[in-house]
């Protein structure tokens, strides 16, 4: 018998710190749940030490690496490929061999597709995602799947005096070809009937995504008044239930589902478990082995 037919896969977590970090906990779960036999284990790396600690990790034989703060774009130069998703946001979070190179990627653009997917219902076509804050996030959710490469627009706040004008790039499905649309400005006083120029047909706009925290009066201008019960709202980074009590309360009113923090853990969480397995586990077990973890 060879022996690399008795060796089990294994995948490192390599942060600092990474105490209180449920990456190796839930990823045990899951493997054990969809019966794949692969390990995780956790490791605290020095600050200046990572390149060193990666180096360990190729020459140990392992077959992936979950990739944690504060290396995550560090780690980028160190592999022999990266996705176009993980060079657009400028982080790689996790990173795979396949025996003779390592492929980096980031899962922020796919758990946002398949967030959105999960929790809205279509009425024949995906409605138009909006990110507010970040154009690159849009372009790695166009990336992540087809439905949504012609359905995402990125919308930028102005700066205090209103200059500020945001060119969004449209990736069509045929090519990764990139072109620019028109400065439109973006700001926090941003209309309804600014927003309804992305609207689809029916006028829906199937998600919004915040990369930073919005507050009351800013999703009052920024959010249409033509939105249907199925849309849904993801605001990316943690933040404290002080700080989301507002939000989720005020979508509430609008009939805009608010996808919980750790709802939207769990989907990048199983995007991340399928690109070193192969598997999809149950996005559901996931977010249980996150609340038994954080005690939420």
């Avoid at 400005?185 to 047909?201: G, P, V």
């Avoid at 919004?208 to 008044?225: D, G």
Wanted: proline share 6%; glycine share 6%.
């Amino acid at each position: 018998m060879s022996i690399t037919r008795v060796l089990q896969p294994y995948v490192c977590c390599l942060g600092n710190p990474v105490a209180g970090n449920p990456t190796q906990f839930v990823m045990y779960r899951a493997a054990r749940n969809s019966g794949a036999d692969w390990r995780f284990f956790t490791s605290q790396v020095a600050v200046d030490q990572f390149e060193i600690a990666f180096r360990g990790v190729q020459a140990l034989g392992l077959d992936g690496v979950a990739i944690l703060d504060p290396f995550q774009e560090t780690a980028i130069p160190l592999l022999e490929s990266v996705t176009e998703s993980a060079l657009s946001l400028g982080r790689v979070n996790v990173a795979r061999s396949d025996g003779n190179s390592w492929l980096g990627d980031n899962t922020l653009g796919t758990a946002i597709c398949n967030c959105i997917e999960a929790k809205t219902t279509p009425q024949g076509s995906i409605a138009p995602v909006i990110v507010i804050g970040n154009p690159q996030v849009a372009k790695a959710v166009r990336l992540a799947s087809p439905l949504f490469s012609q359905a995402t627009v990125a919308l930028q706040y102005s700066n205090a005096n209103g200059s500020t004008t945001n060119k969004t790039p449209a990736i069509t499905q045929e090519s990764d070809t990139v072109a620019e649309t028109q400065p439109h400005a973006a700001s926090n006083t941003l209309s309804s009937e600014t927003l309804d120029d992305y609207c689809d047909r029916d006028g829906r706009v199937g998600s919004l995504v915040f990369c930073e925290l919005p507050t009351p009066a800013q999703l009052k201008r920024l959010i249409p008044l033509k939105q249907v019960e199925n849309s849904c709202c993801i605001l990316l980074g943690s933040h404290s239930e002080k700080q989301l009590r507002p939000i989720r309360e005020w979508l509430t009113t609008k009939s805009i589902r608010f996808v919980e923090p750790v709802d939207f853990m769990a989907f990048q969480s199983a995007a991340d478990f399928h690109f070193w397995t192969g598997i999809w586990p149950s996005v559901e077990q996931i977010r249980d082995s996150l609340e038994e973890y954080l005690q939420w």
